[in-house]
């Protein structure tokens, strides 16, 4: 069994900075990949950045250059800084893990950019 919690989330202005974190505890061996996804309200959940256990980082379009993926060396949390956030950042961030063919989930933290 897996438990992943998140935090950090909340209220920033536009152009604010937040960093997002996540716990992750149980049978967290063999990881393949951590990630953060976001789903705003009345859309998809979408993929937002990932980071495999051989230290490769993939983001989507729109945070490149403002979101940094990390993750500790045991792969036992995981981080999201978001710098420069705009309002379209509004959504619920949840982290990922996949570990061989299983895809954990945290409940999700809200993050509302608004001035």
């Known amino acids: 069994q897996v438990s992943l919690v998140e935090s950090g989330g909340g209220l920033v202005q536009p152009g604010g900075s937040l960093r997002l974190s996540c716990a992750a505890s149980?049978?967290?061996?063999?990881?393949?990949?951590m990630g953060w996804y976001r789903q705003a309200p009345g859309k998809q959940r979408e993929l937002v950045a990932t980071l495999t256990s051989v230290g490769n980082t993939n983001y989507r379009d729109s945070v490149k250059g403002r979101f940094t993926i990390s993750g500790a060396n045991a792969m036992n949390a995981m981080y999201l800084q978001m710098n420069s956030l705009k309002p379209e950042d509004t959504a619920v961030y949840y982290c990922?893990?996949?570990?061989?063919?299983?895809?954990?989930w945290g409940q999700g933290t809200q993050v509302t950019v608004s001035s």
């Open positions: 149980g049978s967290i061996f063999s990881i393949n990949r």
């Open positions: 990922n893990l996949l570990i061989g063919v299983r895809s954990y």
